[in-house]
């Protein structure tokens, strides 16, 4: 069976950048584009030159790629010619093959965005499509508030989209830019656009995710004929996102009827770094990573229930819907209180420690992750601290030292120029196996800055400062993230910390404390870290 053609364009670079809180530098997109090209993405939209600085400059300097590079702009205004229309002049200065124009399908926001006549709307496209091709550019039509427009009046919205198509657009862009469509009003309506003469062949499909359907809205309009996807890694966009395309491209390759029915650009060993480019891209926003992203996320193919791990180890087809490897993703049996023996010796086993089945101390282990976890601690996102646990009751813990003492200061003042300055120290000493004490310190050393990074840290920093034999062992642990909740530890609200860590051979680790004190259970969290270290790479 020949497969069809799907075509992949990637606005991570525009519509993404309208994400709140994203803003790319120009270093930045071009990271992004490299990775979106090794992946096999058809089209990278770079953003829309003219419009800032950093997207001009992305375009003087845009990475060489095997992809389309498309640059992004809007139909000519009213009153003027393609060819004098300023804005439009930039993004063709850009130079790129493909070049995207946005224009309106609807005839609400031509009145009253616009604020010009159905005709004058129509010519506008008409003659903005007509300009690129005539400059020998591959034109893209991205037909705006489509669905919107054709519910309210057909006619138009058929009549804005047809006019791209004759001047010779190579992709007419169905877009839902509201995200209000829903998938069997995209399928209704694409279907009668072909009905009306434009193929699939030549539409493409853009969607918002303000009900949470993009992707399911993307597939919809595959099904009923549209050849051309465009979407976001990490589903970034305007509002609520754009359709995800770390969901759209597994499920493209991997799920019927799109597996055999259609070709990519995307080869399947591609699919291995799925995981890898959803990161970089969290990485270069500072986002944490959202653990429920369906593939690529942490928790994705993370087993905590009891029955779900028992039934996993006998079969992982039992509870995952694909093999994790396949997207560069990996299985993980959390502990946690909803765990029985088989989530608890497959924990183990992982840590190297192996437990025969029957052996009393598994139940004992289980009962005391249940009795912390009513406390406030939470392993299933912590499990260098369960591996503590678990190897304290196994009586393979070291003692590698004792903190005897911590005291931490944090002091807001003025300094002599009257400038609000906020200052932490801290002492922690601890005692080492061979009797001998070590006390580290910590102040801020530099009076320029007028605010340091606060009490945890203080602590962390004199926490690690001489630990004698295992000074070495410890010096490349980095705190990556630092959560903190307030939770019921039995009756009373206690407070929670996780600490996220790191080393320089890239391992990563999670460590959970609970205590009334904020700063108490931050410093838990903080010893576990040191702790988990010296037991499993210390040497
Ligand atoms: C659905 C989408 O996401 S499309 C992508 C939207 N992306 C962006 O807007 C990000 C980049 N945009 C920008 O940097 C700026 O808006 C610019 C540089 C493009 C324009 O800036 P300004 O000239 O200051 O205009 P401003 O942003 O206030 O308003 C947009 C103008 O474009 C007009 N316009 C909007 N869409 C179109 C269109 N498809 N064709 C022609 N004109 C349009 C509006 O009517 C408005 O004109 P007016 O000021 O005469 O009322
Ligand atoms: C073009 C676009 O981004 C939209 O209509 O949502």
Redesign the pocket.
Known sequence: MTRERLYLYDTTLR?GQ?TQGVQFSTQDKQRIAKALDGLGIDYIEGG?PG??PTDSAFFEAAPETRAKMAAFG????AGRSAENDE?LAAVMNAGTGTVCL???SHVYHVET??GITLAENTE?IRASIAHLVAQGREALFDA?HFFDGYKANPEYALEAIRAAHEAGARWVVLCD?NGGTLPHEIARIVGEVIAAGIPGTHLGIHTHDDTGNAVANSLAAVDAGVRQIQGTLNGLG?RCGNANLTSLIPTLLLKEPYASGFETGIAPERLQGMVKISRLLDEILNRVPMRQAPYVGASAFAHKAGLHASAILKDPGTYEHIDPAVVGNARIIPMSNQAGQSNLRQRLAEAGLEVERDDPRLSRILDRVKEREDQGYAYDSAQASFELLAREELGQLPNYFEVERYRVISERRRNAKGQVVVESEAVVTVQLQDGTKRTGYFKNEHPQDLHDDGPVNALWQALKTDLGPYQARIEDIRLTDFKVRITNGGTEAVTRVIIDFQDDQARRWSTVGVSPNIVDASFEALHDSIRWKLTRHGV
């Open positions: 519509d309208q829309w419009a800032n809007m139909t000519k205004r804005v946005v224009g309106k965005a616009l506008n705006e830019t305007e």
